[in-house]
Structures are given as C-alpha cells and as structure tokens.
C-alpha cells in the first residue's frame, strides 16, 4: 500500500504537469492573436461586427498617431507675460471685478421690495384697521 506521501507527490505532479500545459496553451494561444474568435466568426457561429456609420468614417482619421511613452510633451503656443503685460491683466480683471460688483449691489437693491401686507381674515381685522399700511 502506497503511503500518504505518495500519493501526495503523485497529486502535486499531476497538478502542476496540467497547470504548466494549460499555461503552455494559454501563451501560444495568445501568440497568434485572436485566432479563436476569428475561426469562430469565420464560421458563421460568432457574431459579426456591424459596419460603423458615416459621420464615424469621416469623423476619424484613417491613421491615428499616437504619442509613444516617453515622448516629451510640446510646450505652450504663446510665451509668457512680461511684468507689465501681467499688471495690466490684473487692472482689467479688477475693472471687471468691480463692475460685477456694481451689478450684483444693483440687482439686490431691485429685489429689495417690502413684502406685501397679509391677507385679511376675521382674526387680523382688528389689527389691521388699528395699523397704517406698509405698502406705498
């Protein structure tokens, strides 16, 4: 009778002989590109890929060129301010700032009408006619 450490290494051997051909098959399969799904489609039993619309085909350019890792970035287009072209910017921004300003404080005032006085019912009659109205 074989002991337990026997058939344990038996185990592990079948094991790791079947990991190591599934891996095998995995990487050879991912080789040749997608040769299953293309045997598949070819045969009518996957589905198909629809053709995309006009406006797309015009849209995208035929060849895309894409910027590979490590490649440095452009700088900026336009060159930096001098010391006089910055504090011009900053007076026209406070000129703006304070016409927003001016604005905002115009269109609270606008709002800022009284609230009408409240409609009359039995219980406020008498207070009503004792107190002058606030409206104009």
Request: hydrophobic residues 40%.
């Amino acid at each position: 009778m074989p002991s337990f450490l026997d058939v344990m290494m038996t185990c592990v051997v079948a094991i790791v002989s079947r990991v190591t051909i599934l891996v095998g098959l995995g990487v050879s399969l991912a080789a040749c590109g997608n040769a299953a799904g293309d045997f598949v489609r070819s045969t009518g039993l996957g589905p198909t890929t629809a053709q995309p619309q006009g406006f797309v085909v015009q849209s995208r350019p035929n060849d895309i060129d894409f910027i590979s890792i490590g490649t440095a970035k452009p700088g900026p287009t336009n060159p930096a301010k001098n010391a006089q072209q910055v504090k011009d910017a900053e007076t026209e921004m406070d000129s703006l700032r304070a016409r927003n300003a001016n604005a905002g404080a115009a269109a609270a005032a606008a709002g800022g009408t009284p609230l009408p006085d409240p409609a009359l019912t039995p219980a406020n009659m008498t207070k009503a006619k004792k107190s002058p109205s606030t409206n104009p």
